[in-house]
């Protein structure tokens, strides 16, 4: 297979919408951003921002208000308007913390503390996936692909009604996974007979051929091979492919990433990483079995990692890439670049950062005069000799004003596209455990001032 392959499939951007909704405007610019640079589908996760009816109502977000129906609807008459698929991603397994943190559906756990297993066992269970599912799809007429996620199903099998089942001769966890994913695929196309479905791979790859082929899966699903790493083993990508296609499973996808599947805290994406895996992501394409029928590639972008598309290390530099890439890349190629919604967001946050990590910031407590004249010992006691006080004060109070400033910046730029919770999550998480030492140490020194009779204006004056 060559790696045109890829180019003449679906070209998927993946839009994860939990944890930090971007506002519906700011939805429909990305809409032409992707048409822009070359996208064709995209694939959409909405977690708790559905407009879920009825008993799944307790679903909706009480952080976020979820999008309206009639939002989703424009949302989709604009994607389809500049050739783009909406493929919806419903998570039917594992993943489903949104789901069984209620108390309402807690005894639908596989274990009584793991909150993002279903127990496969339970027919209320099942109705409740199947009821999830038939509302998105509802909303998603024109839909002809559905992504049922199924991955990391963690603690499978440890629930008591699965010990009990694989206490039976002939039963295994991989035959129970195997057995709920038919269940739930059969159940949604008997209302839609023409829905192809895409599953995540990763709880196939320790499986063999035949278990796979002999499951009843074949015919069902088109597994999404995952792997985020710069340094993705090709040879063992090219295998899994593979050992699907000998069980039955012709159509693949595949799927590498453009943000998050890093550090949960990562708040400037390391550009250079996400190309380095879709290059080996092109050797995995070009080294495949012509008779894989390879669907397409999925760009996935996971929320809690970063808000913004940051790309500035690829800007800088020409580059040029196979022409599937060039789409996984923004279609930079030689150093061409446009402005976008976010990209002054993006600025701002990749300055911010810096200061942030700066070692003056960071490391403020360790600096001389801190370390020499106003040590842990000397802040118990509240002793702090006046003229060195002032020095500390002075750099300290230098470096929170420029960090403020700079938030400002960022918060006036965030709210533009992301909800106000949002923005304050984002500084509380990123700005707030940074700063807060330097706070502490000023108010400790502004204490230990008073305790002598002196004030900051005094210290001044000296």
Known sequence: MD???????????????KGAPPRINYLYELIHLFADLGANGILVEYE??????????VLQSKVHPPYSREEIISFQDIAYSRGLEIIPLVQTFGHLEFVLKHSTFGKLREVHNCLGTLNPHSKQAIALVLDMLHQVMEVHPKS?????????????????????WLSIPGHSIDKLFLSHITTVVEGIRRSYPSLSVIMWDDMLRSMTSDTIKDSGLVGLVQPMLWDYSPVLDVNNSIMLMEKYRSAGLIQQWVASSFKGSTDVHTCVTNTQRHVDNHLQWLKVASGSSSDIELQGIALTGWQ???????????????CFLNAVLLFLCFRLSQGNSRSYTGMKLAEVVVQLTAMLESQDVRYFESSMYVRGWFSPYHRQRKIINPLFAEQIQNQAKMFLEAVEIKVKEVRQQMILLYPDSTVEEWISQHVTPVLKPLQDLLMDIHTALEDMGLSVSDTAAL
């Open 3 to 17: 790696q045109c392959t890829l180019a003449r499939g679906k070209r998927l951007v993946h839009l994860d919408l």
């Open 48 to 57: 708790d921002m559905f407009p879920y009816e009825k008993e799944l109502k």
């Open 144 to 164: 002809t692909v559905l992504h049922i996620g199924a991955d990391e199903v963690y603690m499978l099998g440890q629930g008591e009604q699965s010990k009990e």
């Open 304 to 318: 809690r990692y970063l808000n913004t598309f940051l790309r500035f290390d690829f800007l800088k530099r020409s």
